[in-house]
């Protein structure tokens, strides 16, 4: 079994990002290292996984699994065809009534995008307000099917509920990657109330700084009528209706979450799945490299005959 804790985290971080076909470059590794540890240190450790690691034109990835390299070139470069569009998207999106943060999500979040122009996007709420945010939303794609463009809000939280009540290795991935695109004061709010990301990520991740976010007055000219009691009413006849509506729906359970804070519809426990995939990756590992039975370099298992488990395309709408 993988004795040294440095080397047993990133074949850990590698497997992880290898259920999406994802190499990592040197910096991203260190990033989502679980444990913390200076890059020198990472790259001596690297060296002592040979025939467990491999690297090609700087990504890192476990042995056997050079495919996924090109794999993310090509993620990379359909991604760039659609990331300006993602962007304007959500920038409209932060403009609509009750919308307090836009950040982009998913797949394409950190360009490893391989479907049609589906855009993942988290958005914080005014506190009540929800159920009315997201029906605005929906709106809008109905307009951005016009431009044959799907956006997906798959997660909306209220302003007053920002701290994330599960605490793992899926649901740091999601919050650390996403990309903020409108209301940075609101996302820097959520990353201090879900400050627990650091103890999966110890040694940092990239930093968004702060800037002017002061309410559009085409936005609150939108919100006024639906401020008082008209607006508490839609918004709990919109609640229900779509709660009873979405809680039918096929694999709801423990990863979809409706109430008057939160809307998550992970009707496909990506999560779940996820996890599973990682422990099956480490489990190959660890059974290849005990007993003395096989060498470093015998990998019979062969990951590159697994397909990659998900992109985090949740179904919500």
């Not at 090609?56 to 990835?61: E, I, P, S």
């Not at 609640?239 to 809307?263: P, Y």
């Not at 999560?271 to 995939?277: D, H, I, M």
Request: contains cysteine; hydrophobic residues 40%; charged residues 20%.
């Amino acid at each position: 079994m993988f004795t040294d804790e440095l080397e047993h985290a990133i074949l850990k971080t590698l497997a992880y990002s290898d259920i999406f076909d994802y190499p990592l470059r040197l910096d991203e590794l260190y990033s989502y290292l679980p444990i913390r540890a200076e890059i020198e240190q990472m790259s001596l450790a690297l060296g002592s996984l040979n025939g467990l690691v491999g690297i090609k034109d700087g990504y890192y990835f476990l042995t056997d699994r050079e495919i996924i390299v090109e794999i993310r070139k090509q993620h990379n470069a359909y991604s760039q065809k659609l990331f300006q569009h993602a962007l304007i998207f959500g920038q409209i999106l932060g403009a609509l009534p009750f919308i307090r943060m836009v950040a982009l999500t998913g797949s394409l979040a950190v360009m490893n995008s391989f479907k049609n122009a589906d855009f993942d996007y988290m958005l914080i709420a005014a506190p009540g307000r929800v159920w009315m945010a997201r029906g605005f939303a929906l709106l809008l794609n109905r307009l951005a099917r016009l431009f044959g463009c799907t956006l997906c809000p798959n997660l909306i939280v209220s302003e007053s509920s920002l701290a994330w009540p599960t605490h793992d290795l899926y649901s740091a991935h999601e919050l650390c990657q996403m990309i903020p695109i409108a209301g940075m004061d609101v996302y820097l709010k959520l990353m201090k109330a879900n400050h627990w990301t650091q103890e999966f990520f110890p040694n940092g991740f990239k930093t968004f700084k702060s800037s002017d976010d002061s309410q559009a007055l085409i936005q609150k000219i939108l919100e006024a009528p639906l401020r008082g009691k008209l607006g508490d009413h839609i918004e709990q006849w919109e609640m229900k209706r779509k709660i009873t509506q979405l809680s039918k729906q096929a694999d709801f359970g423990n990863e979809t979450v409706f109430n008057a804070n939160i809307c998550q519809g992970n009707f496909a426990h990506h999560n779940q799945r996820t996890n599973e995939a990682l422990q099956e990756r480490l489990q190959q590992y660890i059974n290849a490299n005990t007993g003395g039975e096989k060498t470093n370099s015998s990998h019979e298992r062969n990951l590159s005959n697994q397909p990659a488990v998900i992109q985090n395309d949740k179904e919500l709408i």
